[in-house]
DNA sequence: AATGAATGAGACTTCATTCAT
DNA sequence: TATGAATGAAGTCTCATTCAT
């Protein structure tokens, strides 16, 4: 057995717990929150004992941290495959991709609250995900503007204004409040509208 | 001293000791979070006891709820307030209003993060507060739809999208991120400029 | 009720309480070490619960100070009290006084552990408790020598010397080493006589 | 191969890996104390796995006991070794012995204070390595009384005397107590001094 | 009505020991 | 035989809640 398939055996394995455990934390805290959430709960969710939850991370809060790592490296893969050209299909992909799905969205609203209160998961939530958006965002808004499909509105403000929209969307749909009686492909196509044409008759 | 007079100031001694209660509770929960916080800290910052706390409310949830039911009651009366006729009045009056102090947005964020993890809070924040400014907001556009200073959008769309945006911002906001380099009315300017024209050339 | 004469009480309560946990904790460390010793079983011994033995002292380790800083107090109380003119009636208190009881022995050999692993403990033990014995002990030897009832020898290793002997019949007592076969009396006697007139013939 | 051969190789290296685990459970035991000593950092001093250290020793304490038994038996070969002929020598020699290494003084100091908590440690230490010295210094003692070059005090508070001074001596050191300000052979000249020759003038 | 000491359930974390590989 | 991941008992400490004064 040659020394390197043995190490990466291993640390595949390790890998392949921390990974576990992870998910287990995400769907933990993502439902109850990080205080409510207990390392009893989520060792039992990954169906490991407590002590081995603590053999890979040595502290609940490096757990957080460690969930807040994988989701800001989800998020920073995800804009970076969103191709769309024209503006109706990058604002499309970046309301949908994002927050379809429950867990995505809790996990969202987690770290919106969390990022306040530890700076750890501050730098990778705020700095690394939702910067990166916000700045991905800018650039395709300051080449439209300057392809002339745009008018020459302040792209900084713009980009923050659709994060601030897109992440105002997920809250309102996770706190319950029902958005338009039709699809989610007409709301789409809705605020879309909206961005491109404005209210003014 | 009549009955109903003896009655009336315990009753009115009850209320103010509950409101000196309610705003320490207020103030640390939205520095600290809700778990986080404890009764011997709120105890202190209102100036009483532990036992006198919880001789007013009998349990630390029901205190949260307190806090809840009074953000809520405040922001009733602020949208009744908004009196603005034009929608550049109206959207200005929303972004400012809500969020212009620390605490109200550190009271937002602990609502919406709290909403999702118990019941009444969530009555009384989502119901009772958000809500209300949804109906608000879409009757006001409604009127300017049919009035024909506006396009003929969806209004309920348009409103939550509104909504969101500023909740949105207020999220950013609190967390960190540098929102354009001008002042305060340059972003609601160049805001309400986009909702009103759109982006389009 | 006079406002000073209830304050005194709930501070005589709480004084007493801690007196009362001191106790306890130095009765466990003693026997069982700092670190076998559990805030449990203090708490039993105090028969008070877990919880209130940390409402007076906040760690293990703060009660584990409180009882080195109590042995010191008395430490010091005693050797004031130490009158003895003559060299034999010094010694022989010296040797008495610290080691009599078995709750003294363990404490000094407690102390003399923990020190090297806690400034906290080293500081109160050795700082305020051996220092004060062995400077105590010096000026008494120069006295003696000045007055000529003793040699020249150098007081401060003299001195060093009385006490580091006293600590290590201490020690070989508290590892049950049988120390002659008379008395405690003929065992002081025997210690002065050599310290006094020496070995040699 | 032999079958003798196989297991005396066998023997032998289990032999060095036992004294191998001791002596990192000596250095680790001493710098911590027993308690806050892990069976990780020994097996990682050491340079082994925690499953081989289980392999050899069964458990934490075994590792303390075989620590105690290698002290007595370093002990016992030295005693065996101290020759000099005259009290100062012997004196000199019991003091410098023992003591003067750091490692020595911490390992002294860890079974002064661990032999009152384990039975077996007591045996090995207190037993094996103190009583012997004890008696070896008695007998010494014996012979310089009989012939007549000490006077006729009770050897065996005297042997018990002196060892309780060094004993003390070790303690002080190990506590940072300064001890006079001239060089370790000025101190063991002093003490030599006031033990032949007494304090009286 | 106010107080705050007492309570005890339960949280996180440590670590000696086991055992499958 | 060596390994080190897994275990779970046990430890320290927190805090909402109760209750005698």
Redesign the interface.
């Known amino acids: 057995m040659l020394e390197t398939e043995t190490t990466t055996r291993r640390e595949r394995r390790i890998a392949a717990r921390k990974a576990q455990l992870l998910e287990a934390a995400a769907h933990v805290f993502s439902h109850?929150?990080y205080?409510?959430a207990t390392t009893k709960e989520i060792a039992e969710v990954a169906d490991v004992s407590e002590g081995t939850l603590f053999n890979y991370f040595a502290t609940k809060r490096e757990l957080l941290i460690g969930v807040a790592k994988a989701y800001a490296d989800e998020v920073a893969a995800d804009i970076a495959s969103v191709q769309g050209e024209t503006?109706e299909d990058m604002l499309a992909q970046l309301m949908a991709n994002r927050f379809r799905r429950g867990q995505e969205r809790?996990l969202f609203?987690l770290f919106?609250?969390e990022?306040?209160?530890n700076a750890d998961v501050?730098e990778y939530y705020?700095q690394e995900a939702?910067?990166r958006i916000?700045a991905a965002t800018e650039q395709r808004?300051t080449a439209l503007i300057d392809s002339?499909?745009?008018?020459p509105?302040?792209p900084?403000?713009?980009a923050?204004?659709m994060?601030?929209?897109?992440?105002?969307?997920a809250?309102?749909f996770?706190?319950?409040?029902s958005?338009?009686?039709g699809s989610p492909e007409k709301?789409g196509a809705?605020?879309t509208?909206?961005?491109?044409?404005?209210?003014?008759?």
């Open positions: 109850k929150g205080e409510k503006f809790r609203m919106l609250y990022s306040r209160l501050h705020v939702l910067h916000i808004l002339g499909v745009m008018r509105v302040d900084a403000i713009a923050r204004m994060s601030a929209t897109i992440m105002g969307f809250a309102l996770e706190l319950g409040v958005i338009g009686t709301l809705d605020v509208d909206i961005y491109l044409n404005g209210l003014r008759n």
